[in-house]
């Protein structure tokens, strides 16, 4: 129910009740003066009109009514006056809204997607309860329990609830495996699934690692502790820290985070509210990352912890923020839970940079929020570094004399605009048809066999060198009638090469760690970082 409905609804139900006092009012006052009963009045200090609304109707509406639906469905109206992060999570999904936070779930232990509406398997958790049933990385499935999915246009998410479920439950899927003509059937008893929140942490060269995180969870830090330790045992003396579309997560992560490259007494975040007293959090001057050179890589989805992180490294004058502007999200939200297992996210504080800033971007009834992105691109924002909109009166200096700005996010130290080299004819109609994609998988299939038994990135990288990746694809696509004009192929060539071992990298047993290095090869934003830290290598 949108929101005008909503208002109309309630309005309609406030006519009523008050058409019912005043009737009642106006039959007393044409009956006996003796036997007029007046009409009471509830002291707001005791009930507020709302909750006289629901009582009236509760006791005297002429249908029954469900009050519990209409309170359902009025809360989240109430919060939209409020601010755009102040929600209401009904109680069939708060679980679903913790897992991103505590880190893990209850399901199945794959990840998959849906070509060609099948459920294609692109791996197998290790350890978790499909690898111990049998589940294999390029099965497709066909039946859960006793409901068909392939070829039946189910929603992605439907197979998420149907696959997932309370830890010792079981569910039974019909398996199509490459070779076999039947239908093969594995129960599967769910458990707790761990969702990790780096993605990738690898050597980008000798000198160079790189880590991606997802999500600030409650598993962050420790993640990120025993990614970075590797790649220091691996010689890495620069960092490049990718938070690109992470929407944020726990304060506390992004706090623990920041500490490891900050020096004793840095000041990294402060948070203050109406009803919160200014808190300020200082680096310990225990981090193991103190003396390595960092870059942040952020764009316009990074938000709230992301900004934490890059806020306190840009204002301490401690590394480098690459990329684009970051989303403006700088309202901290207090979790309310209530017995029937639903809850609010209340926003309490604002929290704010080392300089103070408030990167919380500008919202309210005549700001389009939803549409800020969109704003910024018809701006021409990710494409100029001149275009990008902030409050240049928000004038804040760092302890090393640089000058940044509130008003909406964290802009870049190094602005890098969106890469379109490559970006041809051919190379657009083979991505909006998705063909790249389909003959990575297409090529899987072929070669399941020897790919999955890929473990390490130079096997995979050894592995392509028996391929014309390009040749074959090309012949792919003019069996679907799209065929390169002359000097196309060259142009994009880079583009495609990378994206295809990338796809099929994501297929073997590596799964991401066969998917970033490649596309790390056509990231205008990570190369651009790389130069930057490699000046500061001796």
Do not use: W
Not at 164 to 174: D, E, F, I, L, S
Not at 282 to 304: C, F, K, P, W
Not at 395 to 411: C, D, H, L, M, S
Not at 474 to 487: D, E, H, L, S
């Amino acid at each position: 129910m949108n929101k005008n409905v909503l208002l109309r609804v309630l309005t309609s139900l406030v006519c009523i009740v008050l058409g019912m006092i005043i009737g009642q009012y106006l039959l007393y006052k044409n009956a006996d003066i003796n036997k007029y009963i007046p009409i009471p009045v509830y002291p707001q200090s005791e009930q507020n009109k709302l909750q006289l609304v629901f009582d009236q109707i509760r006791e005297n509406y002429v249908d029954p009514v469900n009050i519990d639906s209409l309170v359902e469905k009025t809360i989240p109206f109430v919060l939209e006056e409020l601010d755009p992060h102040s929600i209401y999570i009904q109680a069939e999904d708060m679980e679903q809204a913790n897992e991103a936070i505590e880190g893990n779930f209850d399901g199945v232990g794959i990840t998959f997607n849906m070509p060609n509406d099948t459920v294609l398997v692109i791996n197998v958790i290790s350890g978790g309860p499909s690898e111990r049933a049998g589940i294999h990385a390029g099965d497709r499935i066909i039946t859960v329990d006793d409901s068909l999915i392939a070829g039946q246009k189910t929603k992605q998410d439907n197979v998420v609830k149907m696959l997932r479920g309370k830890t010792g439950t079981q569910v039974t899927v019909g398996i199509q495996r490459v070779g076999e003509p039947n239908l093969i059937y594995f129960p599967i008893t769910r458990s707790k699934i761990p969702v990790k929140s780096i993605d990738v942490a690898y050597m980008l060269n000798e000198h160079t690692g790189y880590i991606r995180l997802s999500k600030f969870s409650k598993s962050s830090h420790f993640e990120f502790l025993k990614a970075a330790s590797a790649l220091q045992e691996k010689g890495m003396k620069n960092l490049i820290f990718d938070l690109r579309s992470n929407t944020g997560g726990l304060l506390d992560q992004a706090f623990e985070i920041a500490n490891e490259f900050l020096p004793y007494g840095s000041l990294i975040v402060y948070t203050e509210g109406r009803a919160r007293k200014r808190q300020d959090l200082y680096a310990n001057g225990q981090g193991r990352l103190q003396h390595i050179n960092v870059a942040v890589l952020t764009d316009e989805i990074s938000a709230s912890a992301s900004e934490i992180v890059a806020g306190a490294l840009q204002d301490n004058d401690r590394g480098l923020i690459v990329g684009l502007r970051t989303f403006g999200k700088g309202l901290v939200q207090e979790p309310i839970n209530f017995s029937d297992n639903s809850g609010l996210r209340l926003t309490v504080a604002r929290y704010y940079t080392p300089t103070g800033r408030s990167i919380q971007k500008p919202y309210g009834k005549d700001r389009n929020y939803e549409e800020d992105i969109y704003q910024r691109y018809l701006h021409g924002e990710f494409m100029e570094a001149d275009s990008v909109k902030q409050d240049t009166i928000q004038r804040y200096t760092t302890p090393g004399g640089k000058i940044v700005y509130g008003g909406g996010g964290i802009a870049p130290d190094v602005f890098v605009p969106n890469d379109t080299t490559g970006r041809n004819e051919y190379f657009i109609q083979v991505s909006r048809k998705n063909l790249i994609y389909r003959y990575a998988i297409q090529f899987s299939d072929q070669h399941r066999a020897e790919i999955n038994n890929i473990h390490t990135l130079d096997s995979l990288r050894k592995f392509y060198t028996a391929f014309d990746l390009l040749k074959q694809f090309t012949g792919y696509t003019t069996q679907q009638r799209i065929k390169p004009k002359p000097g196309e192929l060259k142009q994009c060539k880079h583009l495609i090469e990378n994206l295809l071992k990338a796809y099929i990298g994501r297929n073997t047993p590596l799964d991401d760690e066969g998917f970033y290095p490649f596309i790390g090869n056509i990231d205008n934003t990570l190369l651009q970082a790389v130069k930057e830290l490699e000046k500061n290598v001796k």
